[in-house]
């Protein structure tokens, strides 16, 4: 099985891409991110054409979450638990042949110590709380999505250029680690070692064509799923199209 985590940066936009991307690829199941749809909207006759179902949450311009199968997808969970209605909506969860698939689209937070990037902070630890109390480590359990934190040195173009900005910061980073300590495998780590990669680029100063990226996107996976890992791989040909998504898809192959 093939599971997929792109950022696509407003679905309706990207069909086209994503119809391009999908004759060349058997993807059974792809978890979206800022899909910037509200869900009378949302796509659901165009996946339908494209051999998927769908479960799916949104908003207009900002956030939304989705994940699209081609097999059963089972026990939905939208946000976390004690959200209210009107919370952003940044994760989606399900369980699709066996595995208990999370969906993030972490926050972004703005400058350091602002309400947004505390806000952050707070998600985080959610997130952590949210596997202790749902999820079992020697179940099969993959988290994905666009994390907004790049874990390692070789995860930016720039160590320099990027040391204590937004998104690499040592406060951001622990964060993160702290729900990799529930014992989430890095599946792209896992498959390619120290191989430096990225998965965002800025539209502006020429970052796609300088190689100037972040990865921030992962798909991280208990340690019994991490095992039935044969591939994991950052797939850069949506990103060369004309007016892409700004995020490339992560792709992971599994023997399920």
Not at 43 to 57: E, N, R, S
Not at 160 to 185: C, D, I, S
Request: hydrophobic fraction near 40%; charge should be negative.
């Amino acid at each position: 099985m093939k599971i997929a985590t792109w950022n696509v940066n407003s679905l309706n936009i990207r069909i086209p891409h994503l119809a391009a991307w999908l004759e060349d690829k058997d993807i059974d199941v792809i978890c979206f991110q800022e899909t910037k749809t509200v869900d009378e909207n949302f796509p659901v006759q165009a996946l339908k054409d494209f051999g998927y179902d769908a479960v799916f949450m949104g908003q207009k311009s900002y956030n939304g979450v989705a994940i699209i199968s081609k097999f059963p997808i089972e026990d939905v969970q939208k946000n976390f638990p004690d959200d209210e209605d009107e919370s952003p909506k940044r994760m989606i969860a399900a369980t699709i042949k066996g595995v208990r698939i999370v969906n993030t689209y972490i926050p972004n937070g703005t400058d350091l110590w602002t309400d947004k990037f505390t806000f952050k902070l707070d998600w985080l630890q959610r997130l952590r709380r949210f596997f202790d109390d749902n999820c079992d480590t020697s179940k099969d359990v993959l988290l994905c999505g666009d994390f907004n934190v790049a874990m390692e040195d070789m995860d930016v173009w720039s160590v320099p250029a990027w040391e204590g900005k937004l998104h690499f910061t040592k406060t951001e980073r622990a964060a993160m680690y702290n729900v990799k300590q529930w014992g989430f495998v890095d599946l792209f780590r896992k498959m390619n070692g120290d191989q430096q990669e990225f998965s965002w680029w800025n539209y502006r100063e020429g970052a796609w064509q300088r190689n100037r990226g972040l990865r921030i996107d992962y798909i991280w996976t208990s340690p019994s799923l991490a095992a039935k890992c044969t591939d994991c791989h950052i797939d850069k040909t949506p990103r060369e199209l004309e007016k892409p998504s700004d995020h490339a898809p992560v792709v992971a192959e599994f023997r399920l």
